[in-house]
């Protein structure tokens, strides 16, 4: 009787279990009458065990574990999980969410705590243990009811018990490592009913004996399904049916078969089945779990390894999310799904780990640029950057870099809109530039009102980075740092100015700045050729060399003359003339001309002219005071031979006097041409010419002066030279001219000062300009004549002219 009471109430729980996994399938609640038989127990995995309950379904929120044996009265059943209430030890009333597996009915309770002296575990698989041996006995039951009622059942049960003891003795002792296996593991796993069914497996009593000797020898792997689908196979066989098949990761006891399978112990229909699972289907180890990024706004946890699969659950971008590995092409991720925690994919495209710091890029803002506190543009913005602000971050996800902010002080982290960023790459291209600035600076930002990393001095060469349409960026060296700073393209020039030459038209100096304030790095003279490059319309620049260095430095433009400005200039020595090597009297005489020489030199200052001279084959610049010489530039003068053609004029000692003057004024003439006048002829070959025409020529020519030479012949005494003039045209500039013509022929052709008188001739009457006419000497004189016979004398003559004029134009 009391094993059919036995067997009873054993129907009874299993159907109740029956009940509960039907309930379970169908997720549905279910509200039981309130009744004595809802009155439950919990007990954990272990004597003493505390149990894990949740506030809510999903099992997110945990609450004060519950004491094991704690009487809690059943609620409702959800999923695998039973809602009960309890009293606490303070009385108050707790309602929570209690695994199955730790639930025992009170009607079981006392079978339960008997079978648990012989093996601790949890109330689950007290039911499973009962679940066999209900299904071994209802096949035998009316039989064995039968038996009961008539015969000596119980003893035979009793000898069919005892013949089994060695086998339970068997499995009591190999049960014990398994178990304590299991025990380890379960705690870390919801897939511990693999792990279970193993367990069982080995504790299973109708088990032959050969088999579980077997089993219990044999190595139990712990290992973990390494595919989507790891095949629990009927046999050996890839090619051979399914019993079942697990999802990647999921946790399974199996134990060795042979060098390709592996052997498990599956409960198919309520049979326990061994199957066999291939080696390379699973995985010793759980692959580490990894922490990433979500690259993606919604990123997918995928039911399976295909983009083309079922959406478990999405992610926003940015989000931080833990996987493991499972292919080169994805990560599996476990997700609770109402509660059930649930295998899933992710595309590897659509994370970043976190470990994988990726390299720091630089970009300038686009506008004013926010950094976000997350990748989101309604989230706080951390902090604000104007435009052309350089901004370093890293790739966060595929629209948002993340950026270290300091915020009062402390560091934060923040989001970068992609767009909002101009990034700096490859295409950023290197350039030689020189500074086009005194001083060109390299900020630490792009803007002129940002502080300065350093500066350069105007042509210094400077290496620079392409960065926007007004900066440039350069790295720069600061105490010992390489620091990234920006020059303005307007501060900087592509090509160095051209270098040019000019001569100082003063005394003057290279300046440290543009300014003649500024420190005088150097003096030079008047004079000098200075060799510079132009930098703005008042300031050329200059390099000196100071102390072996070459110093950057500033000439005023002003003090400078282009080379090819200086005015070429001719003219007359009107006494002995020194080509001085500098623009001073008391500097080196480079040459001397004697008086008369007519000279070629070039304007420099209001002083000084300079002037090239050919010493020993080489030439060499000097400087000529402007008073020692006088420029006959610009000057027209009318040179008038006396007579001509028909009218020879005076005749003496076999000379005429038309052939002398004409011979003297053709000498005059290169001599004031070189002297710089342009020379008017009345003429320049024996013709006759009337005195009016002279006059005319005179007039006409626009000339400054009009000097008429002649000739003399009186009474053999008389002799010397003699000027005249007339008053009635330019009185006081015809006397001022006669002298000074009369005083330097007399000089040059070391005749008598015979007179500078008034006299009525035509020619000077007549002529508007200051006029001359000039009596050289007498041809009826014997010492007047031997000179005028002597070409020479035409020369000196002619010198005199020279410089008389130069003494009337000083
Ligand atoms: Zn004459």
């Not at 199955?100 to 949890?122: G, H, K, V």
């Not at 086998?167 to 049960?175: C, L, N, P, Q």
């Not at 600076?441 to 042509?459: G, H, I, L």
């Amino acid at each position: 009787m009391k094993k059919l009471y036995s067997v009873t109430v054993y129907m009874i729980i299993a159907m109740m279990m029956l009940q509960m996994t039907t309930m379970t399938a169908q997720a549905s609640p279910l509200h039981m009458d309130t009744n004595d038989s809802d009155t439950v127990y919990v007990y954990g995995e272990d004597e003493g065990n505390a149990i894990e309950i949740f506030e809510d379904a999903s099992l997110q929120v945990a609450l004060p574990a519950i004491e094991e044996g704690t009487e809690a009265k059943l609620v409702k059943i959800e999923d695998s999980h039973i809602l009960l209430t309890y009293v606490d030890d303070t009385k108050e009333e707790i309602s929570g969410y209690v695994h199955t597996d730790y639930i025992i009915s009170e009607l079981e309770l006392q079978e339960f705590l008997e079978w648990r002296t012989e093996a601790e575990s949890t109330p689950r698989e007290y039911y499973l243990h009962k679940d066999r041996m209900i299904e071994e006995e209802t096949s035998e039951a009316p039989e064995e009811a039968i038996e009961e009622e008539t015969s000596e059942a119980p003893e035979e049960a009793i000898e069919e018990e005892t013949s089994e003891a060695p086998e339970e003795a068997v499995e009591e002792e190999t049960s014990e490592a398994p178990e304590e296996a299991v025990e380890e593991e379960t705690s870390d796993t919801p897939e511990e009913v693999q792990e279970e069914d193993v367990t069982h497996e080995n504790s299973e009593s109708t088990k032959k004996e050969d088999e579980l000797l077997r089993v219990a020898e044999e190595q139990t792997h712990h290992v973990f399904a390494g595919k989507q689908l790891t095949y629990v196979y009927t046999s050996p066989s890839q090619s051979a049916s399914t019993f079942r098949s697990y999802s990647f990761g999921h946790s399974l006891k199996v134990r060795e078969y042979n060098d390709s399978w592996y052997e498990a112990t599956v409960r198919i229909n309520g049979i326990w089945e061994t199957g066999y699972i291939a080696h390379d289907d699973v995985e010793f180890e759980r692959a580490a779990q990894l922490e990433g990024v979500a690259k993606q706004n919604r990123t997918a946890v995928y039911s399976d390894v295909s983009r083309n699969s079922t959406i478990l659950r999405s992610y926003n971008e940015g989000q931080i999310l833990k996987y493991r590995p499972y292919s080169s092409e994805w990560f599996s991720a476990t997700v609770i799904l109402n509660g059930t925690a649930t295998q899933g994919f992710i595309h590897a495209d659509d994370l970043r780990p976190v470990d994988e710091v990726p390299e720091q890029l630089e970009g300038y803002a686009k506008d004013r640029v926010s950094i976000y506190s997350q990748t989101s543009r309604t989230s706080t913005v951390l902090r604000n950057y104007d435009e052309g602000q350089m901004l370093k971050f890293r790739p966060y996800t595929e629209n948002w870099y993340s950026a270290v902010v300091r915020i009062n002080g402390e560091w934060k982290d923040g989001f970068i809109h992609k767009s909002d960023i101009v990034l700096l790459t490859d295409a950023q291209e290197e350039r030689n530039v020189f500074a086009g600035k005194q001083p060109t600076n390299v900020y630490t930002s792009p803007s002129k009102s940002a502080t300065t990393y350093r500066s350069y001095t105007f042509n210094h060469a400077l290496k620079v980075r392409t960065l926007t349409s007004n900066w440039y960026q350069a790295t720069v060296m600061i105490n010992g740092k390489w620091e990234t700073g920006y020059i303005a393209k307007s501060d900087v020039m592509d090509e160095r100015s051209p270098q040019q030459q000019q001569i100082a038209q003063r005394n003057t100096a290279v300046y440290g700045e543009p300014s003649r304030n500024s420190e005088v790095l150097r003096s030079y003279n008047a004079g000098q050729v200075l060799t510079y490059r132009p930098f703005n319309s008042s300031w050329h620049s200059a390099t000196v060399i100071l102390n072996g260095r070459a110093v950057q430095g500033f000439i005023p433009a002003g003090d400078l003359i282009p080379t090819n400005a200086q005015e070429t200039k001719h003219g007359v020595a009107l006494q002995n003339v020194n080509v001085y090597t500098s623009t001073s009297r008391n500097s080196s005489v480079l040459r001397s001309y004697s008086t008369g020489s007519t000279l070629k030199f070039k304007t420099l200052n209001s002083e000084w002219y300079t002037a090239t001279v050919r010493i020993d084959g080489e030439w060499k610049n000097g400087f000529i005071h402007r008073n020692d010489v006088t420029s006959l530039d610009g000057k027209t003068i009318v040179l008038d031979a006396g007579h001509g053609g028909t009218d020879g004029g005076a005749r003496a000692g076999g000379m005429v006097e038309k052939d002398l003057n004409l011979s003297m004024a053709l000498r005059t003439k290169p001599l004031l041409e070189a002297a710089g006048a342009r020379v008017i002829m009345t003429r320049s070959t024996d013709v006759f010419v009337t005195l009016a025409d002279r006059a005319k020529v005179a007039n006409e020519s626009g000339g400054d002066i009009f000097i008429s030479i002649h000739n003399n012949a009186f009474d053999g005494r008389a002799n010397g030279t003699e000027t005249f003039y007339h008053t009635r045209h330019q009185s006081a500039n015809s006397q001022r001219l006669a002298h000074a013509v009369q005083n330097a022929v007399v000089g040059q052709v070391n005749t008598n000062y015979r007179r500078v008188a008034e006299g009525n001739f035509h020619v000077v009457r007549e002529t508007r300009i200051p006029s001359i006419l000039l009596e050289v000497g007498f041809m009826d004189h014997a010492g007047d004549a031997a000179k005028l016979r002597q070409t020479v004398y035409h020369d000196r003559a002619a010198r005199g002219i020279l410089l008389g004029v130069g003494e009337y134009f000083r």
